[in-house]
């Protein structure tokens, strides 16, 4: 390969290899302080955290008539947030509203088809309009099929972007312009360990978990770029959890994950302004071998050692659910 000056970013050689020094040495010095300031807060116990305050912030959350989504909301009401819900399933949404309600909280439900773009903006102009801008928007609704590339309809592939991915589009675009005027929010994408690594079964489902991975990296990239430093972005990546989604999946090495538990684990990465969750925090670390190990060396622990596609193969979930 040709290294063409007139191709790169500077074009004199000098200029070139002096600002690639001098930022290489700006890169050393700021990574060797990240790394004990990150060593120093994990050793710091949760309690005495700084924490980010949401009393009073107005918190939504799509899917929030079930699972996940109906926890977060307690959560937050817990913390006096002013909690506002989606979903497309009236009961869900009064299920919601009646368990904030037992504790003495309130919530604003809304019956919103995040998969249709103009139904989306609409509803987020009533919300602006019936109780504030949105500080807190967590991308919480998905959907999963779990079939074959060959045994799945046209219909719900499209379905699955629609809510899965697309939506992140369309709430984020409906609530942020509002978050810049005031240089201050906080977006949360709901994506799956099934983005990192791809999953038998789930050929539209990963792809779009991974689609969510590149949405959130590409848009704090874009806020950080434009001096939005108090626009936060949390990625949250779960294993399989417990609402009846993957009903039927019978993991091999670790249980599935309770929507307690992971409501619980991403409200305490938003309060921490924390850039990456996943769940469990193991998990991560075994990630990079899929790009380290042979392929057919990470097909074996995948079909052997995991039984990833057996896993998979005794679904009888809900296709839809109103947390990812």
């Keep these: 390969m040709v290294l063409r000056m007139r191709d790169m970013l500077y074009e004199n050689p000098l200029d070139h290899f002096l600002s690639l020094l001098i930022d290489l040495l700006i890169f050393s010095v700021k990574s060797i302080y990240f790394v004990l300031e ?65 504790e003495g909280y309130r919530c604003h439900t809304y019956l919103v088809d995040i998969s249709e773009r103009e139904r989306v ?105 434009h001096g939005y430093d108090n626009i936060h972005t949390t990625l949250v990546c779960p294993y399989y959890i417990n609402t009846g989604m993957f009903a039927g999946c019978r993991p091999r090495l670790l249980p599935m994950l309770e929507p307690k538990h992971v409501a619980d684990s991403m409200v305490r990465s938003i309060l921490k302004n924390e850039v990456n969750c996943t769940l469990p925090d193991h998990v991560r670390m075994f990630l990079p071998l899929k790009c380290l190990l042979p392929a057919k060396m990470c097909w074996e622990l995948m079909y052997r050692v995991i039984k990833g596609p057996e896993t998979m193969m005794g679904f009888r979930g809900r296709g839809k659910a109103t947390a990812g």
């Excluded at 307690?74 to 949404?93: C, G, S």
């Excluded at 949105?134 to 309809?153: E, M, S």
């Excluded at 709901?190 to 999953?199: D, I, K, Q, R, Y």
């Design 38 to 102: 990150t060593i120093a807060l994990t050793l710091t116990p949760y309690q005495f955290r700084k924490l980010k305050d949401v009393s009073g912030q107005v918190v939504l959350i799509t899917g929030g008539g079930g699972g996940v989504g109906r926890q977060l909301a307690l959560n937050f009401a817990r913390l006096r947030a002013r909690v506002v819900i989606w979903d497309i399933n009236t009961d869900a949404l009064k299920g919601t509203a009646d368990a904030l309600e037992a």
């Design 121 to 225: 903006y609409e509803a987020a102009k009533k919300v602006q309009q019936e109780v504030g801008n949105v500080q807190v928007l967590i991308n919480n609704a998905g959907i999963v099929a779990c079939r074959t590339l060959w045994d799945l309809t046209d219909k719900a592939i499209e379905s699955t972007y629609a809510v899965n991915i697309l939506s992140h589009y369309w709430t984020t675009r409906a609530f942020l312009p509002e978050m810049m005027d005031s240089n201050s929010g906080h977006i949360v994408t709901v994506g799956s360990v099934a983005g990192m690594l791809g999953t038998y079964g789930c050929t539209d489902y990963s792809a779009t978990k991974f689609a969510c991975v590149g949405f959130h990296e590409a848009l704090f990239t874009e806020l950080k770029t």
